[in-house]
């Protein structure tokens, strides 16, 4: 039983395959459930023309994220009319930062065509993406206090915003531990961690095993089995799990191994959505 519920097409500024590739290597691999789940960082909505209508600022990097309004959209729709084709296939999206441009979030969580919405934060408030960050030429004090930040925006995020299961909860590590080598006192963090999984159970929200660590230097899953078994204790019955693929070779990876993982924690069950409601696969 394979299912892998974060994925990326061409759609996404940051990916490589069609949605057509990958729908056909989806059914290669002889998914049960398989989500397109595109990128739409809210605070990217508008193109970067719009969106900095007196001139780009200098040192900004994140201009191809820009402009979310228009092939976020594009996404679902597609993924949509493939799903007459394909019936394992989910119409999902990325919510990325979806406290920091509110109307944004509205706006494409208003779409009908939706089955999961993944809420993720991949930076905070007026700072550049945590894959951009220059690690190396801050002091861990610097580092910790960026953690603090994304953990309590995180917090916020999962008491205030709409969407279904928290995507790559540490994804900062990524890059401060895997690419960096930078190790970080991640017990600092242990109550607000306690906080979100506590406020996404009351929520009936879940979280997800992402597998993408897997397959880069970081070697773990985002968030890792500590945190997967924490959820669990704090009472989450919600789990989904995705490989973050950004191309059709790397779909499905180190699902086997985020579903072992599952287990472990005292997972009997993983989740899917359609429509926005949680369905249950046993494991």
Not at 36 to 61: M, Q, R, S
Not at 187 to 206: H, K, N, Q, V, Y
Not at 225 to 253: N, P, W
Request: glycine share 8%; proline share 4%.
């Amino acid at each position: 039983m394979l299912i892998d519920l974060h994925t990326h097409t061409d759609f996404s500024p940051d990916a490589k395959s069609s949605p057509e590739e990958m729908c056909a290597r989806a059914a290669e691999l002889g998914l049960t459930r398989f989500a397109v789940t595109d990128h739409c960082d809210c605070n990217y909505w508008l193109p970067a023309a719009e969106k900095f209508p007196d001139g780009i600022p200098e040192g900004f990097k994140d201009e191809e994220m820009c402009g979310a309004r228009d092939y976020a959209t594009a996404s679902i729709k597609r993924t949509a009319e493939l799903k007459e084709r394909y019936p394992f296939l989910l119409c999902g999206i990325e919510l990325g930062q979806p406290l920091q441009a509110p109307e944004a979030a509205a706006q494409i969580l208003s779409m009908p065509e939706l089955d999961l919405v993944i809420g993720s934060h991949h930076m905070n408030a007026g700072c550049a993406d945590f894959y951009w960050l220059d690690y190396r030429s801050m002091d861990i004090s610097e580092i910790h206090r960026l953690l603090e930040r994304s953990f309590e925006e995180i917090y916020d995020m999962c008491r205030r915003a709409d969407f279904d299961t928290l995507g790559h909860l540490t994804y900062p590590l990524r890059y401060i531990v895997g690419d960096c080598g930078i190790e970080v006192d991640m017990s600092r963090f242990g109550d607000i961690i306690r906080e979100i999984f506590r406020t996404l159970a009351e929520r009936g929200r879940g979280i997800e095993i992402n597998t993408s660590g897997l397959r880069q230097k970081y070697g773990r899953t985002l968030p890792d089995r500590e945190y997967v078994k924490l959820f669990k204790d704090c009472g989450g019955e919600i789990l989904t799990i995705g490989s973050d693929a950004h191309c059709a070779a790397d779909l499905a990876a180190g699902i086997p191994q985020g579903i072992d993982l599952a287990r472990e924690c005292g997972f009997r069950y993983v989740a899917y959505f359609e429509k926005r409601r949680a369905e249950f696969i046993k494991i």
